[in-house]
């Protein structure tokens, strides 16, 4: 009769030997982010092609190729693992670096959302304007994406002990500005540099109705941008020039994939400078579990300083149809969904009941 081992395993079975050394660890997140940014890369250069007229009535398109190539890279690199993972004895959640078992799920949703996708156009056409962001297929395809380009996010996240230095952040960071510029693809037409939401030139924003949907625009892009940061500022003290990097390459992506104006480039280095003076208000403030007030300022300055720096250099360039009490009143609102959302961060202290 075999000898058992402490937990029950018999001595010489194939379950107690040593498993090999897992898959995993910063080189594995730095390989998975690459591949991340070729996937979402493709999705901004698709959304660039439609808003170009670059895109026929066929769904087999160059861009197309692009796009589902980098999720074709994405995928093999994940079941390759679980499958290299699975040949060292290693099973159930194990079988994938921690933080990326969302990512094979998000593989599969894509996968799905794409065969539906193809038939969603066969059978539709393809699809113009809003209603491109609006259709289940690519919603499917949204969520499945964000899933996927989070994984390195989620896998920091899990681990314990880490200093918050670049060195081990990075990834997570540029992480963290592909998970908001998916989100903030599929409401394009809700961000400014996409619509110059206030200006004299877009129609859809000049009359009464137009001014309600811009002003719920920017309280939703004000939740969608700083929401995922003021996340990862839950989580770590971030690096010096953090959120200026996140939040500058979801700019970045958002002022080219729709780039109708010469002056594009100031609304876009408004807002960056207004990223960047959040960011040094974050390190001066220094917002923490222990430091609740600090949190509620900068929850509520970093969005007055992005959305106000966008309208002031609206307002330079173009001009604005709206009076000085909407364009205030618009940035003192993106302040208080900010502040609002500091407290979902930090909420205050509950007094033991005794």
Same mark, same amino acid.
Not at 24 to 40: E, N, Q, T, V
Not at 75 to 94: C, D, P
Not at 315 to 341: D, F, K, P, Q, Y
């Given at each position: 009769?075999?000898?058992?081992?402490?937990?029950?395993?018999?001595?010489?079975?194939?379950?107690?030997?040593?498993?090999?050394?897992?898959?995993?660890?910063?080189?594995?997140?730095? /390989?998975? $982010?690459?591949?991340?940014?070729?996937?979402?890369?493709? /999705?901004?250069?698709?959304?660039?092609?439609?808003n170009?007229?670059?895109?026929?009535?066929?769904? =087999?398109?160059?861009?197309?190729?692009? =796009?589902?190539?980098?999720?074709?890279?994405?995928?093999?690199?994940?079941?390759?693992?679980?499958?290299?993972?699975w040949?060292?004895?290693?099973?159930?959640?194990?079988?994938?670096?921690?933080?990326?078992?969302?990512?094979?799920?998000?593989?599969?949703?894509?996968?799905?959302?794409?065969?539906?996708?193809?038939?969603?156009?066969?059978?539709?056409?393809?699809?113009?304007?809003f209603?491109?962001? $609006?259709?289940?297929?690519h919603?499917?395809?949204?969520?499945?994406?964000?899933? #996927?380009?989070?994984?390195?996010?989620?896998?920091?996240?899990? !681990?314990?002990?880490?200093?918050?230095?670049? !060195?081990?952040?990075?990834?997570?960071?540029?992480?963290?500005s592909?998970?908001?510029?998916?989100l903030?693809?599929?409401?394009?037409?809700s961000?400014?540099?996409m619509?110059?939401?206030?200006?004299?030139d877009?129609?859809? =924003?000049?009359?009464?109705?137009g001014q309600?949907a811009?002003v719920?625009?920017?309280?939703?892009?004000?939740?969608?941008? #700083?929401?995922?940061?003021?996340?990862? +500022?839950?989580?770590?003290r971030?690096?010096?020039?953090?959120?200026?990097?996140?939040?500058?390459?979801n700019?970045?992506?958002?002022?080219?994939?729709?780039?109708?104006?010469?002056?594009?480039?100031?609304?876009?280095?408004?807002?960056? +400078?207004?990223?960047? +003076?959040?960011? +040094?208000? !974050?390190?001066?403030?220094?917002?923490?579990?222990?430091?609740?007030?600090a949190?509620?300022?900068?929850?509520?300055?970093?969005?007055?300083?992005?959305?106000?720096?966008?309208?002031l250099?609206?307002?330079?360039?173009?001009?604005?149809?709206?009076?000085?009490?909407?364009?205030?009143?618009?940035? #003192?609102?993106?302040?208080?969904v900010?502040?609002?959302l500091?407290? $979902?961060?930090?909420?205050?202290?509950?007094?033991?009941?005794?």
């Amino acid at each position: 009769m075999s000898t058992l081992t402490k937990t029950g395993t018999p001595y010489g079975s194939t379950q107690s030997k040593t498993l090999a050394q897992p898959i995993g660890g910063l080189a594995f997140d730095w /390989l998975m $982010l690459i591949l991340s940014l070729i996937f979402i890369g493709g /999705l901004y250069l698709d959304g660039w092609a439609h808003n170009h007229g670059k895109v026929d009535r066929s769904f =087999f398109t160059v861009w197309h190729a692009f =796009f589902y190539a980098g999720f074709a890279l994405v995928a093999f690199t994940l079941v390759a693992t679980l499958g290299i993972q699975w040949q060292r004895g290693y099973r159930g959640a194990s079988t994938l670096p921690s933080g990326y078992q969302l990512s094979l799920l998000g593989i599969l949703i894509f996968g799905m959302g794409g065969v539906g996708d193809l038939i969603w156009h066969e059978l539709f056409g393809i699809e113009q304007d809003f209603d491109a962001l $609006l259709s289940p297929s690519h919603l499917a395809l949204g969520l499945g994406l964000g899933l #996927v380009v989070s994984g390195p996010l989620r896998a920091a996240w899990a !681990r314990a002990g880490v200093q918050p230095t670049w !060195r081990n952040l990075t990834p997570a960071i540029l992480s963290l500005s592909a998970l908001i510029s998916a989100l903030t693809f599929f409401m394009m037409f809700s961000h400014p540099l996409m619509s110059n939401i206030g200006g004299t030139d877009h129609y859809h =924003f000049s009359d009464e109705t137009g001014q309600v949907a811009g002003v719920v625009s920017i309280l939703l892009m004000t939740g969608l941008v #700083v929401g995922p940061a003021y996340l990862a +500022l839950r989580r770590w003290r971030l690096p010096p020039g953090s959120l200026t990097l996140a939040w500058g390459i979801n700019l970045a992506a958002m002022a080219i994939i729709d780039w109708h104006h010469d002056y594009t480039l100031l609304l876009f280095g408004a807002m960056l +400078l207004g990223a960047a +003076l959040a960011d +040094l208000l !974050r390190i001066w403030l220094k917002p923490s579990l222990n430091n609740p007030r600090a949190w509620r300022i900068f929850g509520f300055s970093a969005p007055v300083l992005i959305f106000g720096a966008y309208f002031l250099a609206l307002l330079v360039t173009e001009g604005s149809r709206w009076t000085i009490h909407m364009l205030s009143g618009t940035v #003192v609102l993106a302040g208080v969904v900010g502040w609002l959302l500091s407290y $979902l961060v930090v909420p205050p202290q509950v007094p033991v009941e005794g």
